[in-house]
């Protein structure tokens, strides 16, 4: 026991001479490592716990609210379009139900209008067979110069206006203008063309049996105007005025007109020609004559082109088609038609009202305004 203590105080002689600063010191050199390692085990737990608390829990919730924040937006969108698409298919559903009323609304007046007008005609079909079972109408004369003669012994002054003939031995009654003011009056107008408001594009039976105002422009009808020619005991004088673009005038007349019947197709025939627009009926040279040719439209050619004519280099099939589908009395397309259009209400590139004859400074006028009409001229039969 005694030689383990000198071993003791022979190895560490300081021990015992500092007994209680050695005991402090291991004392504390055993407590502090100690206490290091508890206090880091403690800390490091809790900084990461805190870290932890720090970082998982805020994003967690910020995803969820986002999440939540998405779903939720996404839900007001679905329903957004749901409530619109429903209030679209609604509105289109009322708009058609509207649009089906408005149609049978109108559907029903048009019957109803319809059913008025199919009543109205009725009612004056009723009345007109009335009124001229009672009060048939009446013939003012022949003609125009049948009647400026009949009133000539009633009133000097007769006017021009509208008057119903019924040529001699026929069965037509109706309507024309008679001219009582121009050169001494008596005047039947078989055409006038002036403003362009009346389409001469027409077929055969249009000119067959006429169209347009009387007062205004129109084509009195090929069956009234043979009726009226071919009374018998009389010749008629057909007497044509012209008005060019600048107001100068022109006539030219032929103290002989008549056409042939409908199987003829109404061919035309003059005599003598007298006026100061030429004669361009018939031309300067035979193939031009239009004397004696037969009518013609566009549906009812006799216009002589077999198989076609030629002009300026170019084939020509019908002269109708080459005149504004107008019709007239063509031969080979000729010199004359007064049935053309006036240059001022027409941009077509085709011809014309036109009459060759006519010049100034070598070139032909252009024709704005034209009238054709007859007059009896009392005495044998020429035709």
Same mark, same amino acid.
Request: proline share 4%.
């Given at each position: 026991?005694?030689?383990?203590?000198?071993?003791?105080? $022979?190895?560490? %002689?300081?021990?015992? !001479?500092?007994?209680?600063?050695?005991?402090?010191?291991?004392?504390? !050199?055993?407590?502090? %490592?100690?206490?290091?390692?508890?206090?880091?085990?403690?800390?490091? %737990?809790?900084?990461?716990? =805190?870290?932890?608390?720090?970082?998982?829990?805020?994003?967690?919730?910020?995803?969820?609210?986002?999440?939540?924040?998405?779903?939720?937006?996404?839900?007001?969108?679905?329903?957004?379009?749901?409530?619109?698409?429903?209030?679209?298919?609604?509105?289109?559903?009322?708009?058609?139900?509207?649009?089906?009323?408005?149609? =049978?609304?109108?559907?029903?007046?048009?019957?109803?209008?319809?059913?008025?007008?199919?009543?109205?005609?009725? #009612?004056?079909?009723?009345?007109? &067979?009335?009124?001229?079972?009672?009060?048939?109408?009446?013939?003012?004369?022949?003609?125009?110069?049948?009647?400026?003669?009949?009133?000539?012994?009633?009133?000097?002054?007769? +006017?021009?206006?509208?008057?119903?003939?019924?040529? =001699?031995?026929?069965?037509?009654?109706?309507?024309?203008?008679?001219?009582?003011? $121009?050169? #001494?009056?008596?005047?039947?107008?078989?055409?006038?063309?002036?403003?362009?408001?009346?389409?001469?594009?027409?077929?055969? &039976?249009?000119?067959?049996?006429?169209?347009?105002?009387? +007062?205004?422009?129109?084509?009195?009808?090929?069956?009234?105007?043979? &009726?009226?020619?071919?009374?018998?005991?009389?010749?008629?004088?057909?007497?044509?005025?012209?008005?060019?673009?600048?107001?100068?005038?022109?006539?030219? &007349?032929?103290?002989?007109?008549?056409?042939?019947?409908?199987?003829?197709?109404?061919?035309?025939?003059?005599?003598? $020609?007298?006026?100061?627009?030429?004669?361009?009926?018939?031309?300067?040279?035979?193939?031009?004559?239009?004397?004696?040719?037969?009518?013609?439209?566009?549906?009812?050619?006799?216009?002589?082109?077999?198989? $076609?004519?030629?002009?300026?280099?170019?084939?020509? =099939?019908?002269?109708?088609?080459?005149?504004?589908?107008?019709?007239?009395?063509?031969?080979?397309?000729?010199?004359?038609?007064?049935?053309?259009? +006036?240059?001022?209400?027409?941009?077509?590139?085709? %011809?014309?009202?036109?009459? #060759?004859?006519?010049?100034?400074?070598?070139?032909?006028?252009?024709?704005?305004?034209?009238?054709?009409?007859?007059?009896?001229?009392?005495?044998?039969?020429?035709?």
């Amino acid at each position: 026991m005694i030689w383990i203590i000198l071993f003791w105080m $022979y190895m560490f %002689p300081n021990l015992l !001479a500092f007994p209680n600063r050695t005991a402090d010191i291991n004392i504390a !050199a055993l407590d502090e %490592p100690m206490t290091l390692v508890e206090d880091f085990e403690d800390a490091a %737990p809790q900084n990461q716990k =805190e870290q932890k608390e720090t970082c998982t829990v805020p994003c967690e919730m910020t995803a969820k609210l986002m999440q939540e924040e998405k779903h939720a937006w996404c839900s007001n969108l679905q329903h957004a379009m749901t409530t619109y698409t429903r209030s679209t298919r609604k509105l289109i559903r009322d708009l058609m139900d509207e649009q089906q009323k408005t149609l =049978e609304f109108l559907s029903n007046q048009v019957m109803e209008l319809s059913s008025k007008f199919h009543s109205l005609s009725l #009612d004056v079909q009723r009345s007109n &067979s009335e009124m001229f079972s009672v009060k048939p109408m009446h013939a003012h004369g022949r003609d125009c110069s049948d009647i400026k003669e009949t009133l000539q012994e009633v009133s000097p002054k007769i +006017p021009s206006g509208v008057y119903i003939i019924q040529p =001699e031995n026929s069965e037509l009654l109706f309507e024309v203008f008679c001219e009582m003011d $121009y050169m #001494d009056g008596g005047w039947t107008v078989i055409q006038r063309r002036t403003d362009g408001l009346t389409d001469f594009k027409r077929a055969w &039976s249009s000119y067959l049996d006429g169209f347009g105002p009387l +007062p205004g422009e129109h084509w009195l009808g090929l069956r009234k105007v043979h &009726s009226i020619v071919g009374q018998k005991n009389t010749r008629f004088k057909l007497h044509i005025s012209f008005v060019s673009q600048d107001d100068s005038t022109a006539y030219a &007349s032929y103290d002989n007109f008549w056409i042939e019947d409908e199987n003829k197709f109404f061919a035309i025939h003059l005599g003598r $020609y007298a006026g100061s627009a030429g004669d361009a009926f018939r031309g300067f040279d035979q193939e031009q004559n239009q004397d004696t040719a037969p009518f013609s439209t566009s549906d009812v050619d006799n216009d002589g082109c077999v198989p $076609y004519c030629t002009f300026n280099g170019k084939a020509v =099939e019908s002269c109708s088609v080459r005149h504004n589908n107008t019709g007239w009395w063509f031969n080979q397309c000729g010199r004359a038609n007064l049935n053309g259009s +006036p240059l001022d209400h027409d941009p077509s590139t085709q %011809p014309h009202i036109h009459w #060759d004859t006519w010049t100034k400074n070598g070139e032909p006028v252009s024709i704005k305004s034209v009238t054709m009409k007859i007059r009896r001229v009392e005495g044998s039969n020429l035709k």
